[in-house]
């Protein structure tokens, strides 16, 4: 979430009347029976990466599965940015070894294959590292205190690739691209601005 990025978005679509917003689990992921797997991953990603990425994509796929109660549904990520960034990123940082990235991958690619994951369009919030270091420091979540500007950099490059160049993983939907480097009002124009687009079947955030 982000000050005037996907937080935003997300309030100012919650408020149509046709549409379903799930936001990141963020809560579960600070507490499974008592366990704080998000700031253990971020203390000791080598040790506990897999550990927080397992959990992430079983309540990501949670997310995907779970019963609609309107036309349009908008998720805040999704079980396909866990694999293709944040678990892509602890590997290739050398912070995940590699029978953990092996295992997370085999079970990923279980679930694609298995599983209808289906999804209409990708809204890719497109910021800078720099603008998303600022707004982590503003939200203040203690888990993120020690996240520095090169692990933002990192994942803004594997979007990169993923979402704009399309050069490193397949893309399950269409993208629209919203530059997210605005103020809120600028942000807010350009929401309403594309407003058709996102609302016309269920996106990823």
Known sequence: MTINGKTTCLEYFSKTSNIEVLTEPVSKWRNVRGHNP???????????????????????????????SAPVRMMERSIFSAKYIFVENLFRSGKMPEVDFAVLSEWFDWITTNISIPVDLIVYLQTSPQTCYERLKQRCREEEKVIPLEYLESIHHLYEDWLIKQTSFPLPAPVLVIPADHDLQNMLHQYEENRDKILAGSCLL
């Open 38 to 68: 998000l700031a253990l991953m971020y203390q000791d990603p080598k040790r506990w990466g897999i550990t927080l990425q397992t959990y992430v994509q079983l309540t990501m796929l949670d997310r995907h599965l779970s019963s609609v």
